[in-house]
């Protein structure tokens, strides 16, 4: 059951609808030439989180270099007929259904419904929802932090409320931890904010402040992201690592911040090989956490890639079973020797073709009220 509508933020509830701005606006095109009935809405996914884990509550402070990519989440709003306030049509899922927001109900996809429950429609509009996910679903990129800033971005510009880029990321992240009681990170709901390549300082959790990194078309050019065939499926390991933090802490987390700390200074440097180098020192750091972080299928991927000369190779996301990996290559020829052999290696596994996001968050039209 969902009623709850507000999310909590230094330990002080706040109204989800409220917020006042802390930062940027992010981008919007009205296009107001003639009247429009739609508002789209597109948020990048998120690779190659260094320094991952470290943005939590139990593993600060927290220090992240991550890469926004797209295509990513598109969220369409539409007016419509009928008696229903919300239709909501989850493309990926083909699931179609009513909803009214803020009524108690056992919820069929929970985050969409909480980010209703937050932010409905003004009085007396009925709406269509659309959601939909260029990257298949569980595949540890940070699709529900994606999903949950491209939907809120688009619902406050439907209730013309003045939100920043900021305030729409952890509005996002008030909504998987407080209302849904979630764990989650914040620098997934960044990354899907503000786009790029970027290095968090999170201290306080979940205070953080964002550091944008220069474009490095000589980095993204050789990264390869490979989809391992099956969502990711890690929530048992992930409880295990939190009590087991919980009850012997761990020194693993210094490791993981000294990598996006090198990997800053690397991406500032123009140094590839550095570069690669955090991505392994990462990954390894995973495994110190847990040793099924890094899974039969990533495992199988990262031999492969020894073997084309890959420099750099990194679990994404918090890492277990299924999900992805993202491969650094040396030169563009590894790199395409590499993307050729991944369906060879297994058929299951397949390159997901992704390009860096330099503008996060971006929202087009409006809905007129004649």
């Not at 939590?56 to 539409?78: D, K, L, Q």
């Not at 800033?149 to 406050?156: E, H, M």
């Not at 492969?304 to 990194?314: E, F, L, P, V």
Request: aromatic share 6%; hydrophobic share 40%; with cysteine.
């Amino acid at each position: 059951m969902m009623t709850t509508r507000a999310w909590r933020r230094g330990g002080v509830t706040q109204p989800l609808c409220t917020l006042a701005p802390l930062g940027g606006r992010f981008r919007h095109h009205e296009c107001r030439e003639g009247v429009s009935t739609v508002i789209e809405a597109s948020a990048p996914v998120r690779i190659c989180d260094i320094g991952g884990w470290t943005d939590t509550w139990f593993g600060g402070p927290g220090r992240v270099v991550n890469i926004a990519v797209t295509p990513g989440i598109e969220v369409v709003i539409r007016k419509k007929h009928g008696p229903d306030p919300v239709i909501i049509d989850v493309e990926t899922f083909g699931e179609r259904y009513s909803l009214v927001p803020g009524i108690p109900r056992v919820a069929r996809h929970p985050l969409l419904e909480a980010a209703l429950d937050a932010f409905p429609p003004p009085n007396d509009a009925s709406v269509e929802v659309s959601v939909r996910s260029a990257v298949p679903p569980g595949c540890a990129t940070g699709t529900s932090a994606a999903v949950a800033v491209a939907l809120l971005g688009a619902l406050v510009v439907m209730r013309s409320d003045l939100l920043s880029r900021r305030a729409i990321a952890y509005a996002a992240h008030g909504l998987e931890v407080d209302i849904l009681g979630a764990q989650s990170g914040i620098q997934d709901q960044l990354s899907a904010a503000f786009g790029g390549i970027n290095y968090l300082e999170i201290e306080p959790y979940p205070e953080a402040t964002v550091h944008r990194l220069p474009p490095w078309d000589d980095l993204t050019s050789r990264l390869t992201v490979i989809f391992l065939g099956r969502a990711h499926n890690s929530s048992g390991v992930h409880r295990q690592v939190i009590e087991g933090v919980r009850l012997r802490g761990s020194d693993v987390f210094s490791r993981l911040r000294d990598a996006a700390i090198e990997a800053r200074r690397a991406v500032l440097a123009r140094d590839l090989v550095g570069f690669g180098q955090t991505m392994i020192a990462n990954t390894e750091a995973q495994r110190a956490l847990h040793p099924d972080l890094v899974g039969v299928d990533a495992r199988r991927v990262i031999e492969m890639a020894k073997g084309r000369h890959a420099i750099g190779w990194k679990v994404n996301g918090a890492g277990g079973d299924g999900g992805s990996v993202t491969i650094l290559s040396a030169t563009p020829a590894a790199k395409r020797a590499l993307d050729q052999g991944v369906t060879a290696l297994d058929p299951r596994y397949r390159v997901l073709p992704l390009a860096v996001s330099t503008v996060g968050l971006t929202v087009r039209g409006y809905l007129e009220d004649r």
